[in-house]
T-cell receptor, first 115, second 110 residues
């Protein structure tokens, strides 16, 4: 499967636990976007990364949320001390690079439920 | 900053034509995207416009006017499977960040 891979697809966490969401971009893609989507709402930009570099994190909450895209391995969105309001679908998308990428391709999403 | 507006919901009849509008304000513009999203699924790419004019792809067409900050997605010969949300998104030329509108939920009636 050459598409954007996200895991887990579904994750249940108790309040106060940590959630780690992983995203492997399409082969040859070096840029990753993370979006959050609440039920019945649009995609809200969180962070834009390339390998070993955060390009724009203006959509990330200042506390508890962090993202990385290491040289090797998937991009990870980490949510510490989760609260009920973090329950949402988290979508990852990838593109080839900043110059030539004329679209971004989405993964299937990770649905986080905080109980 | 950026602002993207599109209608919240629209209803159309199977076999008909529907036009979904999108207006945007952005400090720097480097392309406009349309995506389709069925409930509980990932968005799928429909079209990309960076120059003014109409791009046609089968039953779907997308139009862009950069001077007016306006785009529309035109869906012809509507089918029941076209019932979905349609997301308009704009790429900022300063940082390549792609920002989405809240989406338009399209309901198709038989």
């Amino acid at each position: 499967n050459a598409g954007v891979m996200q895991n887990p697809r579904h994750l249940v966490r108790r309040r106060g636990q940590e959630a780690r969401l992983r995203c492997s971009p399409m082969k040859g893609h070096s840029h990753v976007y993370w979006y959050r989507q609440l039920p019945e709402e649009g995609l809200k930009f969180m962070v834009y990364l390339q390998k070993e570099n955060i390009i724009d994190e203006s959509g990330m909450p200042k506390e508890r949320f962090s993202a990385e895209f290491p040289k090797e391995g998937p991009s990870i969105l980490r949510i510490q001390q989760v609260v009920r309001g973090d329950s949402a679908a988290y979508f990852c998308a990838s593109s080839p690079d900043r110059v030539s990428g004329n679209t971004i391709y989405f993964g299937e999403g990770s649905w986080l439920t905080v109980v | 900053g950026q602002n993207i507006d599109q209608p919240t919901e629209m209803t159309a009849t199977e076999g008909a034509i529907v036009q979904i509008n999108c207006t945007y304000q952005t400090s720097g513009f480097n392309g406009l995207f349309w995506y389709q999203q069925h409930a509980g699924e990932a968005p799928t790419f429909l079209s990309y416009n960076v120059l003014d004019g109409l791009e046609e792809k089968g039953r779907f067409s997308s139009f862009l006017s950069r001077s007016k900050g306006y785009s529309y997605l035109l869906l012809k010969e509507l089918q029941m499977k076209d019932s979905a949300s349609y997301l308009c998104a704009v790429r900022d030329s300063r940082d390549d960040k792609i920002i989405f509108g809240k989406g338009t939920r399209l309901h198709i009636l038989p």
